[in-house]
């Protein structure tokens, strides 16, 4: 039996979606400790799970990796919700292709699983989450080789290369889930269709931002910096216009988690998942209740405080446990 944690994610921002360079896609995130996807898998006649939002992406992810020739049987314990920015499909995925990787000896990479099961063709953020965690920016696709603007679900392009991965700092991580769901599907590729390409110059800046703002205050721990950093990330490029397509509430959540008093807010992905970043576990517990104040009075969600995850996905091989 196999028994599997993987984290979720935070993707902070895309980089190049203009392609003049030649290269597209490109991006940096964080990889969280909770939520976290939790299941048991061993071998069976057929495959099976016990059902929930996304349970589909996992037996998916095996039939990828085995075909209809061999059978698993998931219990899933824990999951990551889906379509709010945290990263849930790619995370699904690569736990039934390594479940089945593992339980059959097949000796595939976690690259090799996620060109597979179609996972990391726009973003290698949740990829490299899974394999390694921590702070991540990749480097994108050649235009040449996607030959369209996309996000990862429609995209055939092979995992992107990472060009900088460092431990996050213990610093706490405040997110707020308002009960939304982000763009997905049609209405993701749409999206792409009708925004790209970004222009140029905004490319640079966020490029700017990442290179000579973000990276410096994860290495050398910052957070003024970083949080300056978040701040900047959200006017600018692809990220300025995912929030433009928000419910006003979500901007108003925004607005609303400066004024609590903290210093970099920033939007997750398609959202409408949103983050903060602050130093001590008596301010962000604090940050936690202002935001569910805020819920009660304007509407249903979930606020959770962890911090990263600078390991990955644990695997474990075990006794088979029975029922």
Same mark, same amino acid.
């Given at each position: ?25 490109? *991006? ?57 920015? $945290? ?25 090799? $699983? ?19 965690? *921590? ?55 749409? $999206? ?7 222009? $140029? ?69 398609? *959202? ?52």
């Amino acid at each position: 039996m196999i028994k599997i944690k993987s984290p979720s994610r935070l993707h902070l921002g895309l980089i190049d979606l203009n392609a003049e360079c030649g290269r597209v896609d490109g *991006g940096t995130g964080l990889t969280l400790e909770y939520p976290h996807v939790k299941l048991k898998a061993c071998k069976a006649e057929k495959m099976s799970i016990n059902t929930f939002p996304g349970s589909e992406k996992i037996l998916n992810g095996a039939k990828a990796v085995l075909g209809n020739n061999n059978g698993i049987s998931f219990h899933v314990e824990t999951t990551v919700p889906v379509h709010v920015g $945290l990263g849930s499909g790619t995370q699904y995925s690569l736990c039934g292709a390594m479940a089945a990787n593992r339980l059959y000896g097949l000796k595939l990479s976690v690259r090799e $699983l996620a060109s597979r099961t179609g996972r990391g063709g726009t973003s290698g953020i949740g990829i490299e989450s899974f394999e390694n965690g *921590g702070f991540i920016v990749d480097g994108g696709h050649k235009f040449s080789d996607k030959k369209t603007f996309s996000p990862s679900s429609a995209s055939k392009a092979t995992p992107a290369p990472i060009l900088f991965r460092k431990d996050f700092p213990e610093w706490y991580i405040v997110i707020a889930i308002p009960n939304l769901k982000g763009a997905y599907d049609k209405e993701e590729c749409d $999206l792409f269709r009708d925004i790209c390409p970004i222009p $140029l110059s905004e490319v640079q800046e966020i490029s700017h931002i990442i290179l000579m703002q973000l990276i410096p205050s994860v290495i050398e721990k910052d957070i003024l910096y970083f949080s300056r950093a978040i701040n900047n990330l959200q006017k600018t490029g692809f990220k300025k216009r995912e929030i433009s397509i928000q419910p006003p509430i979500v901007g108003k959540l925004m607005a609303k988690i400066h004024d609590f008093g903290a210093l970099g807010v920033g939007m997750s992905s398609f *959202g409408p998942t949103i983050y903060s970043i602050l130093e001590t576990k008596t301010s962000s517990e604090k940050l936690k209740r202002e935001i569910e104040s805020f819920f009660k009075n304007n509407i249903d969600g979930e606020v959770i405080v962890t911090k990263a995850n600078n390991s990955g996905a644990v695997i474990e091989e075990v006794a088979y446990e029975g029922n």
